[in-house]
């Protein structure tokens, strides 16, 4: 933005699945006009299951634009949650159509976003105090929980579903009780302590 100029149309940015054992990490880039609201959008933790489903579809609906991608279990793995959640933000930024004015991140640090790093700028609680990034939250969100009721279908006996792959009490039982499946992440120490755990015949 050149000095005086009057801001129209900016992004947010945010992600769901940094926390989890198992599967992709997801984020979302939702492009709006500035002050623009959409009803029933807010932080998508504040949301239930079945307002984030309607929200959804809301926001695809009335978004300039937007843009959805994820790094994969295998990149976690190999680069970090923090470098791969980084990734997942990077790619879903370079898929917008629309040019934004200013990019809003959630969090505290952006990602490297080549050209438009000058536009970027990180926003602590933003999916409270941005619409754009509370509609980025609901988008990743759901995005990723659909994918855990997928995973479910495929490995029933790990409850995904039901805790969407957090280290949950009962996701840390079920790890001891049947060992990682294909999907949980190698890295997280509670998945190296099950594999091991399994490795060693204990289970």
Do not use: W
Not at 31 to 38: A, K, P, T
Not at 52 to 64: G, N, P, Q, S, Y
Not at 115 to 124: E, M, V
Not at 161 to 182: F, M, N, S, V, W
């Amino acid at each position: 933005m050149f000095k005086g100029s009057v801001l129209t149309v900016l992004a947010g940015v945010d992600e769901a699945g940094r926390g989890p054992l198992v599967g992709s990490v997801v984020a979302a880039a939702v492009v709006l006009e500035v002050g623009q609201e959409i009803p029933g959008v807010r932080d998508s933790k504040q949301l239930s299951e079945s307002a984030r489903e309607t929200a959804f579809d809301l926001i695809r609906e009335v978004a300039l634009d937007y843009a959805i991608a994820e790094a994969s279990r295998e990149e976690i793995d190999e680069l970090n949650i923090l470098q791969a959640t980084m990734l997942a933000m990077r790619r879903a930024v370079l898929m917008l159509k629309v040019v934004p004015e200013q990019i809003l991140i959630d969090g505290n640090r952006c990602p490297d976003l080549g050209h438009y790093n000058r536009i970027a700028k990180p926003l602590i609680g933003g999916d409270r105090l941005c619409t754009a990034i509370s509609a980025a939250s609901i988008l990743a969100k759901v995005t990723r929980d659909r994918q855990m009721r997928v995973l479910d279908a495929r490995y029933p006996e790990y409850g995904f579903a039901r805790h969407k792959g957090y280290p949950t009490a009962l996701h840390r039982e079920i790890l001891e009780q049947h060992g990682p499946c294909p999907e949980h992440r190698r890295s997280f120490k509670p998945v190296k302590a099950a594999a091991a755990l399994r490795d060693s015949g204990r289970c």
